[in-house]
Each structure stands twice: as structure tokens, then as C-alpha cells.
């Protein structure tokens, strides 16, 4: 029933409206695509391919200012729009340290996502619009891999001479995406006992690598961004195809960098 004429107008809640202590208004959408509803949708999925099995990975949506973030603990197959968290990235800009941040909106039960940070990364340094974190078995054994060839050979992720790489963009800010004869390079970083204190070595990857879309991290999994949720999906997508193939690659002795000759065709 609508109210009566004379009734005072109600003010319109947005993200930053503090007299809202719940702010389940974030999180609240007929949409499918606002990212409290796409979030499970996707975690769903990935829970399908055993990329978040056992509560562990996640997925982060930027929008504008409003960063939303799978919480800690929960079934990735079972999530609901209910259990995001939501948080101002203009709010975090000053420091990345948990003990400090202040959410816009929590859910009733759950913990923050350690995740936090490393999504926040993606989204200061790269402009990212999505990042997706999984812990993919295909992901893990490629860093393994790399560990049995010995430190210095071990710090990154090459392959190249595979059409699935056409699936990644040149770069941060650089446009077109590469080629089937280009060189993928995807660094790997350490892991450690806390997700969070993954941070500053995801960071100094980023730095270190400033065209790539993804961190591996050792008997762990992969980080993947994008400009866009489909972007994000994608390229998480055709990495986690090239870990797979990699590993039957390295089973059949077939190296993942080879030098082939671009064929050309003989007619104009």
C-alpha cells in the first residue's frame, strides 16, 4: 500500500548512508548481474570444475567504488547474495592491512575472506573489475612441476605455440590480446601460512610482470583479474586449460616452449 500523501519522503540509502548498520540494501537485487547475485552464481560453477572444493578459493566484483567478496568458510556451491561482504575501495586506499578495514556490509555469520587484500590488489594496481581466486589441482601440479627443475627455474609459468593463448590480453592497458606463436608468462609466487600475508609477494609479482593477468602460488592455486567479470571468467578459464594441458604435456615428455615457423599463406 503506498504511503499517504502527507507522509515525509523517505531518503534514499546508498553506500555510504552510516545510519544503516546491516546496509542489506547492497546486497539486494532483482538483477543477475549485480555482483551479489553473480558471485554465487559463479562460485557454483567453479565448485563444478573442483576449482573451489572444501570452502577454499573465492571471487571478488568491483563496481565503481563498491567492492564485493565471497566471505571465509562458507560452501562455494551453497553461497547466497546474503553471505557477501561489501567494502569501499576509496575507503582501503590507504592501507591494505585487515586489522584496519571497515565494511560497508557483513553478513551475520561467516569471517572475512583473507582473500581481501589480494583482491584489493588486483583492483588498485591493475583497474581490475573482477578477480577470481581458485585452487585448481591443475594449477598446483604445474607449480610442482616447476619445482622439480630446481630454484631459478621455478619462479614462472611459460608456454607458447598453443592457440588457447589468444585467450589473454597484452597487457594492462595495452590493447588486443596475444597471439598463438606469443610466450604466456605467469609468475609464481611462494605460499604462506596466511592467505593475507600473500599480499605483498602478489604485489611485487604484479610489478615484476606488469602485462600478466594471473599469480600462481605454490601447492596453493592461481589468482586471475580481469577488466570485467567475463574478461576475469575467461582468461581463468583458458589458464586453467593450459595447466591441464601442460601437465600432459610434461607426462609425454613434450616441452612447453618450442620454436615453430609462422606459416604464411601463398595466396594474397
Not at 582473500?115 to 610442482?144: D, E, Q, Y
Amino acid at each position: 500500500m503506498a504511503p499517504p500523501s502527507d507522509a515525509p519522503a523517505q531518503p534514499a540509502r546508498d553506500a555510504s548512508d552510516a545510519s544503516d548498520n546491516t546496509n542489506d540494501h547492497l546486497v539486494q537485487s532483482d538483477n543477475p548481474e549485480h555482483p551479489a547475485n553473480l558471485i554465487p552464481s559463479l562460485c557454483a560453477k567453479f565448485w563444478t570444475l573442483g576449482w573451489v572444493t572444501g570452502t577454499g578459493g573465492g571471487a571478488s566484483i568491483r563496481e565503481d567504488d563498491l567492492v564485493y567478496i565471497a566471505p571465509s568458510g562458507v560452501q562455494k556451491e551453497l553461497m547466497k547474495p546474503a553471505d557477501i561482504y561489501v567494502l569501499s575501495l576509496a575507503a582501503q586506499a590507504k592501507s591494505l592491512d585487515r586489522g584496519s578495514r571497515v565494511y560497508l556490509r557483513s553478513p551475520p555469520r561467516y569471517k572475512p575472506s583473507q582473500c581481501t587484500p589480494l583482491f584489493l590488489a588486483a583492483f588498485t594496481k591493475r583497474n581490475a573489475g573482477c578477480c577470481i581466486h581458485t585452487h585448481s589441482h591443475w594449477a598446483v601440479l604445474v607449480t610442482l612441476i616447476l619445482e622439480t627443475q630446481g630454484p631459478g627455474n621455478d619462479r614462472e609459468f611459460r608456454i607458447n605455440n598453443i592457440e588457447q593463448i589468444k585467450g589473454f590480453g597484452r597487457g594492462f592497458d595495452r590493447p588486443g590480446n596475444l597471439g598463438y606463436h606469443d610466450t604466456l608468462r605467469i609468475p609464481v609466487i611462494e605460499n604462506t601460512a596466511h592467505e593475507e600475508d600473500l599480499t605483498e609477494f602478489l604485489e611485487e609479482a604484479m610489478d615484476k610482470y606488469p602485462d600478466a593477468y594471473a599469480v600462481l602460488v605454490r601447492r596453493h592455486g592461481v589468482y586471475v583479474w580481469g577488466e570485467t567479470v567475463h574478461k576475469a571468467k575467461t582468461q581463468c578459464e583458458s589458464l586453467d586449460y593450459l595447466f591441464q594441458l601442460a601437465v600432459e604435456m610434461k607426462r609425454l615428455n613434450l616441452p612447453w616452449i618450442t620454436e615453430i615457423e609462422p606459416v604464411k599463406p601463398t595466396r594474397a
